[in-house]
């Protein structure tokens, strides 16, 4: 008889995604208001503000849908089957102690 372990691989894949998306999210949130702060700061520069906050958060979308890709990748991979005893081994006794 053998056994897929796949239970496993479905729930890494969903952690892993959570934590991917999740750690996108903070990142595209602290530069997105490090742009406002410094667009309130000196409103002359948002046009540059603005090209640099739109580019960094083009790199960190790009960086996690790579993650997500690997991550989707691990957890459809093949499974590995491993032989399952028929029969658990007898239960070893324990020695008496007075």
Do not use: H, W
Not at 11 to 19: D, E, S, T
Not at 33 to 39: D, F, K, Q, V, Y
Not at 68 to 90: C, R, S
């Amino acid at each position: 008889m053998d056994t897929y372990y796949l239970g496993l691989s479905y729930l890494g894949a969903g952690f892993g995604a959570g934590l991917i998306v999740f750690g996108a999210a903070l990142g595209i949130g602290k530069l997105a208001s490090g742009a406002i702060e410094g667009m309130a700061r000196q409103p002359e520069l948002s046009g540059d503000l603005r090209t640099s906050m739109i580019i960094a958060a083009a790199l960190i979308e790009g960086f996690t849908f790579f993650a997500l890709v690997i991550t989707f990748m691990l957890a459809t991979k093949n499974p590995i089957i491993m032989p399952v005893a028929e029969k658990a081994p007898a239960a070893v006794e324990q020695p008496k102690t007075k």
